[in-house]
């Protein structure tokens, strides 16, 4: 079976989406919504026979996803008026800026039978993946600190470098944890003149006194997507900028303070495209992994 996407917002991330439903088998985009002429001339030379519009309300019930990449402060309503009329909705991370917000949308898709899907890309990827294996196995021991370093991406002017950035951070925090920090606190900067806040360093406490420590920034001449997992008997280092090694396992000796360095084979293919697979089987499935994360995430992030 072939499902129908329709596509509102082709700026910045919209086109990455459209992609990734395009490339695959089992989606077809319909349509795609957009207030720009420019970016709707643009989807019309990227993809084939589609139909495009300036008003989200021409989409027609013979789509079965609605796939929302537009600005932040818009999200919630978009995504209410779609799962009040039955639609499935995929939204660009984060979901909402309010966790009473969340809540509405979660009601309102259990009473209408229709899913929410939100684009936490890093949970759908093969190095996350990996380390969420290693965690579940116990074979580097107990893991002791995460650090996170997430710098260089568009200024935003409708969410600060928090709502931008470290939803990453904390949507693979508890994709792997499958817990909630018991004590937050960050540091908020304007490093230069934005609208927004652009900097932040965020700590983490955990109920087992595992620290996290996580930097961000849209100000950065280098983009970096780093983060290391500090194990008893191991450091993970994961790279998501490098193209194939993008885990690097040191393996502590027990008797001096030499490593062993191992390469993992991983998954490779593109987060977005995996998240797409996701979306296909799970239309046939009852569970879904983002009914228990969009509040937790949502949570955490209303608290730093």
Not at 2 to 29: E, H, M, T
Not at 207 to 227: A, H
């Amino acid at each position: 079976m072939i499902y129908n996407v329709a596509l509102i917002g082709y700026g910045y991330w919209g086109p990455k989406l459209g992609r990734n439903f395009y490339n695959s088998s089992k989606f077809r985009i319909k349509k795609i919504v957009d207030l720009s002429n420019n970016n709707l001339l643009k989807a019309k030379k990227d993809f084939s026979n589609i139909s495009t519009s300036k008003n989200y309300k021409n989409i027609g019930k013979d789509c079965d996803l609605v796939v929302i990449a537009t600005t932040t402060q818009s999200h919630f309503n978009l995504a209410l008026y779609f799962l009040k009329r039955g639609f499935n909705v995929l939204v660009e991370k984060p979901l909402c800026l309010k966790l009473s917000q969340v809540k509405i949308l979660e009601k309102i898709s259990k009473k209408n039978k229709c899913k929410i899907f939100v684009d936490y890309p890093f949970i759908f990827s093969g190095s996350i993946k990996f380390i969420k294996k290693i965690i579940e196995s116990d074979k580097y021991g107990k893991l002791i600190r995460v650090e996170s370093y997430r710098e260089q991406a568009p200024i935003r002017k409708d969410v600060n470098v928090i709502w931008d950035l470290a939803v990453h951070d904390i949507s693979i925090l508890y994709y792997l944890l499958k817990q909630k920090p018991k004590k937050v606190s960050s540091t908020k900067l304007k490093m230069k003149k934005n609208k927004m806040q652009d900097s932040a360093q965020i700590h983490l406490t955990y109920p087992n006194q595992m620290e996290v420590f996580i930097k961000t920034s849209w100000i950065s001449p280098e983009k970096i997507r780093l983060m290391k997992f500090k194990f008893e008997k191991a450091e993970i280092i994961c790279d998501e900028n490098e193209p194939i090694y993008k885990i690097k396992q040191f393996i502590k000796s027990k008797n001096s303070n030499k490593y062993k360095l191992l390469i993992p084979e991983l998954d490779l293919n593109e987060p977005l495209s995996n998240l797409v697979k996701y979306i296909y089987k799970n239309f046939k499935n009852k569970k879904n992994i983002f009914d228990n994360l969009n509040k937790k995430i949502t949570q955490t992030l209303e608290k730093i």
